[in-house]
């Protein structure tokens, strides 16, 4: 038998749990909104993947080391007519400054990949704060530019890290496809890690190594005979629609 008030009580539980799927749904929303954008830390994001409407797939390429390795690519990217978006180390860049250059100047996107290769999450807001800018001041001194993307060094991502890179105006990008290239030389591995259950907006995460140089081309004639068009990371995540 019901007892008094258990009807108050039920619609008090009702609209308890409505309240709570409303705002895990608001939260889903947010989460998923912005052509890729992951909700990360507080009102922080970061995108693991871009536009989900277009045939996109973008190259990333991470350069710390393998500098012998990023002409040569280049000149694969040539014969196939695509740009890729290389982020850039510091360190990297203050040693190899003409190749940097090069990049710039032969239409490649670049990204800011800290100054030393150190884990975001592990540093303070100032530390954070210095990485991204020492590298951002050095690569616009060497090209011309300003970068706008902020690949976190091994993946390590904070809050500090996230309020750094939006007071310098930085995107954070992460990857929905890593080739673990740096880990596996295996040319073979490094082709089917960057083609497998291939989706619109795909990242593809890779380093300029003898092996990702030896499977560039038949990544590039997979994605072209697959109907993906490699583009940039800019504009893999933007929201163009046309």
């Known amino acids: 038998m019901r007892k008094a008030g258990d009807g108050k009580s039920f619609h008090i539980y009702a609209l308890g749990n409505a309240v709570i799927f409303l705002t895990l749904a608001a939260l889903f929303i947010a989460a998923f909104a912005g052509g890729g954008a992951i909700a990360a830390a507080g009102n922080s994001r970061a995108y693991y993947r871009g536009n989900s409407e277009k045939p996109y797939v973008s190259l990333m390429i991470n350069v710390y080391t393998g500098g012998e390795y990023i002409e040569p690519m280049m000149r694969v ?26 990049i710039c100047e032969n239409g490649h996107e670049i990204g800011n990949h800290g100054y030393y290769h150190r884990s975001p999450e592990k540093l303070s807001y100032k530390e ?15 090209c011309g530019i300003k970068m706008t993307l902020f690949a976190p060094p091994s993946g ?7 309020k750094a890179s939006a007071d310098l105006g930085y995107d954070v990008i992460m990857w929905s496809k890593d080739t673990i290239d740096w880990r596996d030389k295996d040319p073979n591995l490094t082709f089917e890690r960057a083609v497998k259950n291939l989706k619109n907006g795909d990242l593809v995460l890779m380093h300029p190594t003898a092996h990702t140089l030896e499977a560039l081309p ?7 005979d697959n109907k993906f068009q490699e583009v940039t990371v800019s504009k893999n995540i933007s929201k163009e629609t046309v």
């Open 77 to 102: 990217f040539e014969e196939y007519g695509v740009k890729a978006t290389f982020f850039i180390g510091g360190s990297f860049a203050m040693r190899n400054g003409a190749l940097v250059k090069k």
């Open 128 to 142: 954070n704060y210095d990485e991204i800018i020492m590298n951002h001041r050095l690569i616009e001194e060497i």
């Open 156 to 162: 390590s991502v904070g809050k500090e890290m996230f």
């Open 218 to 224: 038949k990544i590039l004639r997979f994605y072209k």
